[in-house]
């Protein structure tokens, strides 16, 4: 891989460092159950992608292989040209790289809102405490929460927390963000609110990979939709595409079921 370690302006045809995430072939079993199978998707540079597909069908799996919390069975995935470490320093680097928000808000709870966005820049990219605090407060500006700084995550609703964890993987600034169904935990009025700050998001040119049941944010905020059934890509299209005219049977009956028309 070595001949791949150019810098980025270097010229050529197609400089490699566009594809951000290539994840090839792969497979991922849970004891009998093949949960993915033969993957192949590669996400671009400043590229929002929506993968969407019925519960059980692999989406959360797939999410939690690119920055390893899930290990895979066979194939490859390599982040910015790099292929993903097994363990150790270089895993917790390239964890800083890759941003990820889960269902569940995952917030250190004896620490304060504030606390919990500058810990990982303080402790992983040995930022100056002064520096990641301003950062910090200038991220919970960003997502709106920015009065909460001195409250803890318990003094907070669900939406309020969620895009605190946003604001804490934005402190990393990591060169992707994963989404792991961030507003499933949420009540129905808090869901926008999450969902307003991933689309500023989306349009500043965060790369971003969002595995979500919300149609709405899937149609104005993706570049791309990966459905998926089974443990397989069973399609990939344009929002446009995808929600006018999609192509399999298997996206047919799932759209049916979702969207009232």
Do not use: W
């Not at 982040?79 to 150790?88: S, T, V």
């Not at 808000?105 to 504030?114: D, E, G, I, P």
């Not at 002064?130 to 003094?155: C, F, H, I, S």
């Not at 089974?230 to 979702?258: C, H, M, W, Y």
């Amino acid at each position: 891989m070595s001949e791949v370690s150019v810098t980025k302006d270097a010229g050529g045809p197609e400089p490699a460092t566009d594809k951000l995430v290539v994840l090839d072939n792969i497979n991922k079993h849970f004891g009998a159950l093949h949960v993915l199978q033969d993957i192949d998707l590669t996400i671009a540079r400043g590229e929002v992608v929506v993968v969407i597909g019925p519960s059980g069908s692999g989406k959360s799996t797939l999410c939690r292989t690119i920055n390893r919390l899930e290990t895979v069975d066979s194939g490859s995935i390599t982040i910015d040209d790099r292929p993903l470490p097994e363990e150790g320093r270089e895993l917790a680097k390239l964890r800083a790289d890759v941003g990820m928000v889960f269902q569940s808000f995952n917030l250190f709870a004896h620490k304060t809102v504030l606390e919990n966005v500058t810990l990982g820049q303080t402790k992983v990219r040995r930022t100056d405490k002064q520096t990641a605090e301003q950062k910090g407060r200038a991220l919970l500006d960003r997502v709106g929460v920015g009065n909460q700084a001195d409250k803890y995550p318990a003094q907070l609703s669900g939406g309020q927390q969620q895009r605190v964890a946003i604001a804490r993987a934005l402190a990393m600034d990591p060169k992707v963000m994963l989404f792991d169904e961030p507003t499933s935990a949420l009540d129905p009025e808090m869901i926008n609110e999450v969902l307003e700050v991933m689309q500023q998001l989306a349009r500043d040119g965060m790369t971003m990979v969002v595995v979500t049941h919300e149609m709405g944010f899937a149609r104005s905020a993706a570049n791309r939709v990966v459905f998926m059934a089974d443990g397989r890509i069973v399609e990939e299209a344009t929002p446009e595409q995808f929600f006018s005219n999609p192509r399999s049977d298997r996206a047919k009956d799932f759209l049916s079921k979702i969207l009232h028309h």
